[in-house]
């Protein structure tokens, strides 16, 4: 467990928020990962627990790939729960996007985490309403075939301006935005 929570506190700590809301959260995030308690349990909720998701770059370097999430009903980047068995946040990342969209030839832009968000995760008849304190990587599919799965009610590829429609909160756009900037800076 202390290698785990070694590897989470390295990330957090070489994070450079881009915001007020990122630098709340990288702060609350800290917190979170120096208690005693696994803060990769997934039934910890109160207040919450770590999750890790990915904001996948289409191949045509122009479009990021949203779910449309079963049991919250709204549009997000694939990711969930770390389990014990990932060997990295980034790989956990991975995972859950390969097994929501069925994309699995995907590289890692950076290790590096490059976006964090603290959301409410809404109760269910299994788990009470808690805090997903989500940690976002970002890769590059070389394949953009999708194939979606139960916890997926749809699976695209879309363009910033697209993104913005489905789905306008900042916790969305905001990463969205950075990666595309980047990209057309590197062009």
Known sequence: MSARRDRLLRLLTAYDPA???EQRYRIEMLDLAAVAHDPFDRTHYEPGHFTASGFVIHPDGVRVLLIHHGKIGVWLQPGGHIDPSDRSEVAAAMREI?????VAALTPVTE???DIDIHLFPGAADQPEHRHYDIRFAFVATDADLVSNHEVLDARWVSLAEAGLLNPDRSVVRPIRKLL???SCDG
């Open 19 to 21: 915001d007020e809301d």
């Open 98 to 102: 390969t097994e929501e969209t069925g």
């Open 112 to 114: 590096s985490i490059i």
């Open 181 to 183: 900037a980047d990209l």
